[in-house]
């Protein structure tokens, strides 16, 4: 890792949200010290998955974890007294290197998913972008999803990956 | 089936479709003379399936069919002359009798798929609507789904689930 590298990773790069207002879409942005294929294997590898996916206080326990074309996914993260929140999935695609598309459901939520496209995207000189668009059935769903801190729980996990990358074990 | 009833099915009753400009979503209402859960059983039994979905001069095979939360599907629709449209998508949920949400893709275009959420509402009287949202990544898609001569293979899907709604087999 070179100082610039460092200095960036201080600054603490954050991920660009956009959300039209009236739409049900959510666009997210954020660039990586890292190549596109090893950001991308960051999110298909189980054992790197549970690593940085989810706020810092929260363990990540896989259940089910098959990121491939019409496979399907389950986790949960348990926070630090216990409680679980249960979270799953549907995997329309996965082109290796270059995109992940996915459902994505909250067990007390079952009525109102998204659905994920995550893009990777190879800027040169060792970096990467990641772009995500999300979609869900209405607007509503959009904008509670907004408000329910996504947000703060997405920049810590963006972080974490900033770290485990730098670390060279992703 | 009463005489009002055929005199309906007769009329050819229409989904309405509703695409607002701009956004990347499209919703579909229909309305059949049958109970919520025939129309759902319709949707998930593959005995049933390959009898009306799609329009009338294709033949359907199922390669994959795994209606359930995590599940997934293929389909293979077989023009006269031995052309071949392959779709695919996974299964987000299964509420029995309630909804269903999917992800749907074409082969040909697999970044562009939609994720459809379907709801079976009974209205009494043996009767039920169906509401389709089915919403994807950008509004390109979604205009593109519109150009792409769907509704016709709709209004003709529907008609044929009519048929064997009325033949009291589904």
Same mark, same amino acid.
């Given at each position: $890792?070179?100082?610039? *590298?460092?200095? !960036?990773?201080?600054?603490?790069?954050?991920?660009?949200?956009? =959300?039209?207002?009236?739409?049900?879409?959510?666009e997210?942005?954020?660039?990586?010290?890292?190549? @596109?294929? !090893?950001?991308?294997?960051?999110?298909?590898?189980?054992?790197?998955?549970?690593?940085?996916?989810?706020?810092? +206080? #929260? +363990? $990540? +326990? #896989?259940?089910?974890?098959? $990121? /491939?074309?019409?496979?399907?996914?389950?986790?949960?993260?348990?926070?630090? &007294?216990?409680?679980?929140?249960?979270?799953?999935? @549907?995997?329309? &695609?996965?082109?290796?290197?270059?995109?992940?598309?996915? *459902?994505?459901?909250?067990?007390?939520?079952?009525?109102?998913? *998204?659905?994920?496209?995550?893009?990777?995207?190879? #800027?040169?000189d060792? /970096?990467?972008?990641l772009?995500?668009?999300?979609?869900?059935?209405?607007? @509503?769903? !959009?904008? @509670?999803?907004?408000?329910?801190?996504?947000?703060?729980?997405?920049?810590?996990?963006?972080? /974490?990956? &900033?770290? #485990?990358? =730098?670390?060279?074990t992703?």
């Amino acid at each position: $890792m070179n100082t610039e *590298t460092q200095a !960036r990773t201080a600054g603490g790069r954050e991920a660009q949200i956009v =959300a039209p207002p009236g739409q049900p879409v959510v666009e997210i942005i954020r660039e990586f010290e890292a190549p @596109a294929e !090893r950001v991308f294997r960051a999110h298909v590898d189980p054992e790197l998955v549970v690593q940085w996916l989810g706020p810092r +206080r #929260l +363990r $990540m +326990r #896989l259940e089910q974890w098959d $990121m /491939r074309r019409g496979g399907s996914y389950r986790y949960v993260h348990v926070d630090e &007294d216990g409680t679980e929140y249960g979270f799953w999935g @549907a995997v329309h &695609d996965v082109q290796p290197g270059r995109s992940i598309t996915q *459902t994505f459901g909250f067990d007390p939520e079952p009525d109102n998913p *998204t659905f994920d496209k995550a893009e990777f995207i190879d #800027l040169g000189d060792g /970096r990467s972008r990641l772009r995500v668009v999300s979609v869900t059935h209405d607007v @509503a769903t !959009r904008d @509670a999803m907004l408000r329910s801190g996504m947000e703060d729980g997405m920049q810590q996990s963006y972080e /974490r990956l &900033d770290e #485990l990358l =730098a670390e060279g074990t992703a």
